[in-house]
């Protein structure tokens, strides 16, 4: 992908990766004019499309996921060209949440949107959005949650109380896009209706696009996702995405979002039967869509409910033909629900690959025990921190070992993974 | 390239084996820094490269392969490396459908039969100049990744043929070098997977398999490295050598150690 020269970092030689760059337009990206030259246009150009920022490491452009808890974890963000891939909990309660966090923080961006599923109404999906947190509101709202002082002055915003210091508000409501990276939402509230009408998006809503015949013939895709495959295309390619347009005074990101990916509902069979005929279809669409993200100036988020595939092995192509790949297990009718360690969140959320773009490292937090909770208006992800003491009431347990493992938190249960030291 | 990998594969860029096929294997962690550094050394080592790279785009191994010291793009130009981007290429062949052959044709079939037209390139690729100089040294043939084809349609049996043919026209008959990456799923049952990746163990001469740590995940201890050498070259020296090592990858380079010898712990 195209490293953004003039304003990334100084790892590598930066003065080579523009002049290489410039020679030739093999970049994957055209955003580039054909001879930027390394001066400040070519790199402006990329720095000023709203919502966006380049990454500390490498210079990749970064869009955020609307969650910035998420977005540091993730390293900075989600880079442009890759698919997020979220593995949703078992009930699909909270996975639905960081979808449309995406496509909030998109409208928010003024960036355009395609939404694709196949079991609601994309226009339905785009009235349920988070609304953002505004400055006059916050206050308010703000005080039933914290049970911290308040001052009477309201332009004082800093000094009100040292809570309000850790959340960033938009200075603006209305159309106008707001040009801040990340933004905090309140997802008691919806967003407003003239931010949707004044944002330019796209729906695919799977039931209303059975009848329209296929132009390539058929191979082994299923017939949901060759029809979406398509219209993905259809749109990067008439709006410009893909560079193929070089009137277009203003470059954007288009997101895409996809729904429940692999359910049934798709036409797939792979979340019902263990050996499915048409086992390759997923793989294949990911593959391709892939290939038109890494062409585009585009960043995809897909929810895909792999707790019910059955294939192991499909899981595992799946992760390797995603970029970057979040799972969210909830506790909810699980054990963990009752133990007292967990008993202030609502479920863990494993960060399970992030992907080594340009680079030979990734920025892989060093803490892999992170939890999530819904409060009532923000969706908050924290470390696991606390070492509760369980056990009778006059002895106490020290946990002792704690291991860190990278895959097995789903196939050991809590407690064997402890190992326990009585002391008096 | 990496130094500190060369000098525990005891080879430099002046002197490369010939006739040779390495395996890269990788189980719980990414093994791809291994494809970065073969594909800098033997760019190095001035041979003719026919790079089949079907899960990143060419900016992204150009830009890794700056701070290796390598230049892609003007090796492009100059002909010494043949890219076959396969994400940019794909989207091509599935949505013209041109009737021209492709080498990634396979993914407009149903169900794909063999991966000949794949295998027509990197001949055409490889193959030795008509006047007679030979300009580059010798031919390699990188994949990154096998197991990718895998998740595209292709049985397991076509890609082991596909290798099959790659190693008599690139090993035997041009003398060339071989390198194929393939992810082992480890318990996910992935057979065609474990199929593919016992056929190349068998065949290779040279195995090197990264894996995570058992422990999980650690900051200064990346992961480990075996390296197994199948088919010693000198007939006195001992079959089947085998050596563990540690490493840990910085931003260009990879430091190896001993197990337990990380610079954190010491």
Redesign the interface.
Do not use: P, W
């Given at each position: 992908?195209?490293?953004a020269a003039t304003c990334g970092t100084g790892?590598?030689?930066t003065a080579?990766?523009a002049s290489?760059?410039s020679?030739?337009k093999?970049?994957?990206f055209q955003r580039r004019g054909p001879r930027a030259s390394g001066t400040d246009s070519g790199g402006l150009r990329l720095v000023s499309i709203a919502g966006t920022r380049p990454s500390v490491r490498?210079g990749q452009l970064l869009v955020s996921t609307g969650l910035p808890a998420l977005d540091q974890l993730l390293g900075g963000g989600l880079a442009v060209g890759t698919v997020l891939l979220i593995e949703e909990d078992k009930y699909n309660i909270y996975s639905p949440l960081l979808f449309k966090y995406f496509l909030a923080e998109g409208i928010i961006s003024g960036h355009t949107l395609l939404v694709a599923s196949a079991k609601e109404d994309p226009a339905d999906i785009l009235q349920e959005l988070p609304a953002p947190l505004l400055d006059d509101n916050c206050k308010k709202e703000l005080d039933e949650d914290v049970c911290n002082h308040k001052t009477p002055e309201s332009n004082v915003k800093m000094k009100i109380a040292w809570r309000y210091q850790l959340l960033p508000k938009m200075e603006q409501i209305g159309p106008v896009s707001s040009s801040r990276f990340g933004h905090y939402y309140d997802i008691s509230k919806r967003i407003p209706q003239e931010l949707i009408e004044a944002s330019n998006w796209h729906g695919f809503f799977l039931p209303e696009k059975r009848s329209s015949p296929l132009k390539?013939?058929?191979?082994?895709l299923t017939h949901g996702y060759l029809k979406l495959?398509?219209f993905i295309?259809n749109i990067i390619y008439e709006e410009g995405f893909d560079g193929s347009n070089p009137q277009k005074k203003k470059k954007n990101i288009l997101r895409i979002g996809i729904q429940n990916l692999g359910s049934p509902l798709w036409g797939d069979d792979i979340c019902c039967t263990e050996n499915c005929d048409n086992s390759?279809s997923l793989?294949?669409f990911l593959?391709?869509l892939?290939?038109?993200l890494?062409?585009s100036l585009s960043a995809c988020i897909i929810t895909m409910p792999t707790h019910l595939i059955q294939n192991?092995?499909i899981?595992?192509?799946v992760t390797?033909?995603s970029d970057t790949v979040v799972g969210l297990e909830s506790f909810i009718g699980s054990e963990r629900e009752t133990n007292p360690l967990y008993k202030d969140y609502h479920g863990l959320i494993h960060i399970r690959q992030i992907p080594?773009?340009?680079?030979?490292?990734c920025d892989?937090s060093?803490v892999?025990d992170l939890a999530f909770k819904l409060k009532r208006k923000l969706f908050t992800i924290e470390y696991i921190t606390k070492l509760k003491s369980y056990g009778l009431q006059d002895q106490k347990y020290f946990l002792t070992g704690h291991?860190?493992?990278?895959?097995?938190m789903k196939k050991n249960p809590f407690r064997g993974s402890y190992t326990l030291k009585k002391t008096y | 390239m990496f130094p500190e990998l060369n000098n525990l594969l005891n080879i430099t860029p002046d002197r490369a084996e010939q006739g040779k096929l390495t395996l890269l294997c990788d189980a719980k962690t990414d093994g791809s820094f291994l494809v970065h550094h073969f594909l800098s050394f033997y760019l190095k080592a001035n041979c003719k490269v026919c790079f089949v790279a079907l899960i990143q785009s060419f900016s992204h191994y150009n830009i890794v392969g700056q701070k290796l010291g390598v230049s892609l793009t003007s090796a492009r130009e100059r002909g010494q490396l043949v890219f076959l981007e396969g994400l940019k290429s794909s989207v091509d062949v599935f949505f013209q459908a041109n009737e021209e052959p492709h080498p990634l044709q396979f993914l407009r079939e149903a169900k794909p039969g063999n991966l000949q037209p794949l295998f027509e390139f990197v001949r055409e690729a490889l193959k030795p100049e008509e006047n007679g100089e030979a300009a580059w040294r010798c031919p390699v043939l990188l994949v990154d990744d096998l197991s990718l084809l895998l998740s595209l349609g292709v049985g397991a049996v076509a890609v082991l043929d596909f290798v099959h043919y790659c190693r008599a026209t690139v090993c035997w008959e041009l003398k060339g070098n071989m390198v194929v990456l393939v992810h082992d799923s480890g318990d996910a049952e992935d057979e065609e997977n474990d199929i593919l990746l016992n056929g190349l163990s068998h065949q290779s001469h040279l195995i090197l398999r990264t894996e995570g740590l058992a422990t999980g995940f650690c900051r200064d201890v990346h992961g480990q490295l075996r390296i197994l050498w199948r088919r010693p070259s000198q007939p006195t020296a001992p079959r089947d050598r085998s050596l563990t090592y540690q490493y840990k990858i910085q931003d260009k380079s990879v430091s190896f150690f001993a197990k337990g010898m990380s610079p954190a712990v010491l």
């Open positions: 992908m195209a490293a790892a590598g030689s080579s990766v290489a760059a020679k030739s093999v970049t994957s490498n390539v013939e058929s191979c082994s495959l398509q295309q390759h793989t294949k593959y391709l892939r290939g038109l890494r062409t192991k092995a899981i595992a192509r390797n033909l080594r773009l340009n680079n030979l490292i892989e060093d892999k291991l860190q493992r990278k895959f097995a | -």
